[in-house]
């Protein structure tokens, strides 16, 4: 009966795969991947037919993704900082697809905003013309977040159906698309904050800095977590002996990495409380190296997250850490032979880490004006990338 069981399991299984070759992109994958089909390739068992050119064609699909979700962090960011963030006031996954097209339905999309805190404190002799351009930034980066969407999901089936995953790849990209889900989800709920009223406060409408950190933090995460498998599959790593030079540089470049991630999510607070608008001198905060409202708030606990001072003075030293982890990193790497690859990654990473500290600096001296707090936000994504490039460079060989 097992038997029995077994060899009918095993007909249907070659029959899926005669099914998957007859495709033209089959036959295109398994010419270039002939000659480098690899020891898990090709198993008629799991119906996984991997290959070297199948991992190359995921490995493509993955950067692909990672740079959407790059387009969608810098749209974001310009969204905040023009303020358009809380101009659609509801949320339909299809419905809002279609932006209004007569004057009427304008009418009605603008009455609807009229409702809310942001209009009644901040906007309330703003024009239909002027709410246009706010509701457009919002559109177009929701509808971003819809094109990301698509393009992990679309594709993603299609692969599994072709049996182009590993059992491992399977578990990821599972991950990878129940994150993109998570993701747009997360971004409702953060708009959400923004348009409560809350009648005991004299501040601006703003999202809630947690839920700003939040959505950008697992933005963050999706991007590198796609690049990162992306470049694992594209990228041959390098055989270098395993030294305690080299163990040490690898947990050196992890930790920065870690850093660099930190600060990334430390900038979220800053821009989430208008941190940057308060201290607007460096090296000093004022006439002080360490301000006095630092503590102000009580429990101190909540300075970390709620102060706008102290919020500002962390991001400074987490900014100033990261450029010294890697320009530690970069001086550690000089004293040993690397691969051509692994230098210029490091080299590129320690390039823009200057940048990004002189992108940031430049941002609180002129009173955060949009353009350069976007190409900051930018530049600690392009930082990210080199970091996780560095990373993929110094892994281990799997044996
Ligand atoms: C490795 C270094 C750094 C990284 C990775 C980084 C990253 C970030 C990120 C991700 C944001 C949030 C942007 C947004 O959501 O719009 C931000 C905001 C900000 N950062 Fe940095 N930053 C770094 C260093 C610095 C330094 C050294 C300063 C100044 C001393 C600085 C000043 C600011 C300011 C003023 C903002 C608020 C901009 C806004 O309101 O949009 N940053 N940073």
Redesign the pocket.
């Known amino acids: 009966m097992m038997l029995l069981r077994l060899a009918m399991c095993r007909c249907q299984a070659a029959r899926n795969l005669q099914q998957i070759q007859r495709t033209p992109l089959r036959q295109w994958l398994l010419q270039r991947g002939q000659n480098t089909v690899s020891s898990g390739a090709a198993s008629v068992g799991s119906v996984s037919i991997r290959s070297a050119a199948s991992d190359r064609l995921i490995g493509r699909w993955l950067l692909g993704c990672s740079g959407l979700v790059l387009g969608a962090v810098v749209l974001?960011?310009v969204t905040?900082?023009t303020e358009s963030g809380l101009s659609m006031v509801d949320w339909h996954l299809v419905k809002e697809m279609k932006p209004p097209q007569t004057q009427a339905e304008w009418e009605q999309e603008f009455a609807k905003y009229q409702q809310f805190p942001e209009f009644k404190i901040m906007n309330h002799d703003m024009t239909l013309t002027e709410f246009k351009f706010i509701f457009y930034m919002e559109w177009g980066h929701r509808m971003w977040g819809r094109l990301v969407g698509l393009a992990y999901i679309l594709p993603a089936a299609y692969f599994w159906r072709r049996g182009y995953f590993s059992r491992s790849m399977k578990t990821r990209v599972l991950g990878l698309c129940g994150f993109v889900v998570f993701q747009g989800l997360l971004g409702w709920y953060m708009v959400k904050s923004g348009l409560e009223e809350k009648p005991e406060s004299y501040d601006v409408p703003r999202v809630s800095q947690y839920r700003?950190a939040a959505h950008?933090g697992s933005a963050?995460l999706l991007y590198a977590a796609s690049l990162w498998t992306g470049l694992t599959l594209l990228l041959p790593a390098n055989r270098m002996p395993d030294s305690r030079q080299l163990l040490n540089l690898r947990r050196f470049a992890k930790m920065t990495g870690g850093?660099?991630f930190l600060?990334?999510?430390?900038?979220?607070f800053?821009?989430?409380l208008?941190?940057?608008?308060v201290y607007n001198s460096?090296?000093k905060m004022g006439e002080r190296w360490i301000p006095d409202d630092l503590l102000a708030f009580s429990p101190a606990l909540k300075n970390v997250f709620e102060n706008p001072t102290t919020v500002?003075f962390d991001?400074?030293i987490?900014?100033?850490?990261?450029?010294t982890a890697?320009t530690g990193l970069y001086l550690f790497s000089r004293r040993m032979i690397l691969p051509r690859r692994a230098k210029m990654a490091i080299s590129l990473l320690t390039a823009m880490?200057y940048t990004?500290?002189v992108?940031?600096?430049s941002?609180?001296l002129l009173y955060?004006p949009t353009p350069l707090?976007?190409t900051?936000?930018s530049?600690?994504?392009a930082?990210?990338t080199f970091a996780i490039w560095v990373l993929a460079e110094l892994r281990k060989v799997p044996k």
């Open positions: 974001g960011g905040r900082l700003l950008l963050l850093l660099v600060t990334a999510l430390s900038g979220a800053v821009a989430g208008d941190a940057g608008l460096f090296p500002q991001h400074r987490l900014g100033i850490g990261s450029l890697i880490a990004q500290v992108l940031g600096i941002t609180l955060v707090a976007a900051h936000q530049g600690s994504v930082l990210l």
